[in-house]
């Protein structure tokens, strides 16, 4: 099933707009987005707004672990430029600041270090995660200047946009700070993605879709839709120890995942559908080891359901 989206004229492999379409209509090549470590921290775990982090989150933060090791912005670039051009034939990238929250930090630091970035060769592109708490007026200054020249992505955390489960995830911020950080990023040339997660405690599909229909409504660019996994040595585990979590099996990730697509808009760029646990790292479940498994489960899902990416976007998916 190939599906046309009218906005950009590419035609799709998957019944979802996906990342690596998004970036060949921009610059005609392959585009890779390479992971950097900058070693900056978290409010959530320095003491600003919590400690801990999210129940979810492992001392790495989601990251490589490279910053410990003493390499720079510049080296995890040419490392990841090497490996990726070997696997992927890749011949621009994107530099992602992935770990912990990077726009958490003294703005002459970020300015450096978005700057160190931007100068490897075959740089095209920023992608900075960070938490919807972590930007001022300032900040997006200072990245909106870097849209002249590169196409910059800010990727904000969410995970539900129910406050309850934010309150039992540890989050440290509301589904209104998210809202708010979305609406003062945009008219600025960047572009915005949400992450969510799927599997989180006491939520049902119910609380699932309505973060979807939540996150539709918003006029967001992208989205990364995470498995909730579990991580050693993180309160996560030890709920998922004392049987009061269930990990979602496969089949009702991958239905949730394709229900979830119907209700965002046709022209919403999926960044990413699943997670990439490491397996050293991983409690369960073992299935979320199965990346590409999982991902064809659900293309070939909603190709079964003729099905697509936007198909009940707008709808109440609870009538």
């Known amino acids: 099933m190939a599906w046309v989206l009218e906005q950009s004229g590419c035609k799709m492999k998957t019944p979802y707009y996906d990342l690596n379409t998004y970036l060949r209509s921009i610059f005609g090549c392959r585009v890779q987005k390479i992971s950097l470590d900058a070693g900056l921290t978290c409010p959530n775990r320095d003491g600003r707004v919590g400690t801990g ?70 740089i095209v592109g920023l992608s900075i995660g960070t938490r919807p708490d972590c930007i001022d007026e300032a900040i997006l200054t200072l990245v909106q200047g870097y849209t002249e020249d590169y196409l910059v992505w800010i990727e904000y955390g969410l995970q539900s946009i129910h406050d309850r489960t934010l309150t039992l995830i540890n989050r440290g911020h509301d589904a209104a700070c998210f809202r708010s950080a979305v609406e003062k990023t945009k008219g600025r040339g960047i572009k915005i993605c949400a992450h969510v997660i799927l599997g989180l405690p006491f939520e049902d599909r119910r609380d699932m879709l309505a973060t979807a229909q939540a996150v539709s409504s918003m006029g967001i660019d992208g989205i990364k839709i995470h498995l909730l996994y579990v991580v050693k040595g993180t309160p996560m585990e030890r709920l998922y120890r004392e049987r009061r979590y269930t990990c979602l099996e496969q089949e009702e990730y991958v239905e949730l995942v394709c229900d979830f697509l119907e209700l965002l808009p046709p022209e919403m760029v999926i960044q990413r559908l699943t997670g990439d646990p490491h397996p050293d790292e991983l409690s369960a479940p073992e299935w979320s080891l199965r990346k590409s498994e999982t991902l064809s489960l659900i293309k070939n899902t909603m190709v079964g359901r003729g099905s697509w990416q936007g198909k009940r976007f707008g709808q109440n998916p609870f009538a």
């Not at 001392?59 to 090791?69: C, D, E, H, I, P």
């Not at 390499?71 to 621009?92: D, M, N, P, T, V």
């Open 53 to 122: 982090g999210c129940i979810y989150c492992n001392t790495k933060g989601s990251g490589t672990g490279a910053s410990a090791l003493g390499l720079s912005i510049s080296e995890q670039l040419e490392r990841g430029k090497e490996f990726l051009r070997r696997r992927y034939k890749a011949q621009k990238f994107i530099a992602y600041f992935q770990s912990f929250s990077n726009t958490y930090g003294p703005y002459e630091k970020l300015r450096a270090l978005y700057d160190e970035a931007c100068a490897v060769e075959d």
